[in-house]
């Protein structure tokens, strides 16, 4: 599974960026796709993640009614839509995919993530 992340940029304090997935190679059914944020010379932190059979979701509980995570099956696209943006909520943001097969847990853990994508800068302005 390829994936190509997009749609980061600078943005003012209480504004809003959509960021976006792309898988090639594969779709996602049967994966967990996950946005992962990094500051500088701190480790990801799982952000949002869908799990994409059934639709379940994950969020930190800092991001929990301000970001919302979707998938679109028929771009095997996932969307992090980012509303009321922070200046915490700067960092590069990374989506990636585990398989699940047919559980219905979403790893936090980085490391259990397989598949990975660029990463995007998202900038906050306050």
């Known amino acids: 599974v390829q994936l190509q992340a997009s749609g980061g940029g600078l943005v003012q304090a209480g504004g809003s960026l959509r960021l976006s997935c792309a898988a090639s190679g594969r779709r996602f059914s049967g994966y967990v796709v996950g946005w992962f944020r990094q500051d500088p010379g701190k480790e990801r932190e799982l952000v949002a993640a869908i ?3 059934g639709g379940y979701t994950y969020y930190s509980d800092s ?3 301000r970001f919302t995570i979707s998938g ?3 771009k095997n696209t996932v969307y992090l839509q980012m509303n009321s943006l922070k ?3 700067t960092g590069v943001y990374y989506c990636a995919a585990h398989y699940s097969g047919f559980s ?3 790893h ?3 490391r ?3 598949y990975w994508g660029q990463g995007t800068q998202v900038t906050v302005s306050s």
Do not use: C, F, N, P
Request: aromatic residues 10%; without cysteine; hydrophobic residues 30%.
């Open 63 to 65: 991001m929990k009614g």
């Open 72 to 74: 679109d099956s028929a």
């Open 87 to 89: 200046s915490e909520d």
């Open 108 to 110: 936090v853990d980085e």
């Open 104 to 106: 219905s847990t979403i």
């Open 51 to 53: 799990r994409w059979s």
């Open 112 to 114: 259990l993530y397989k």
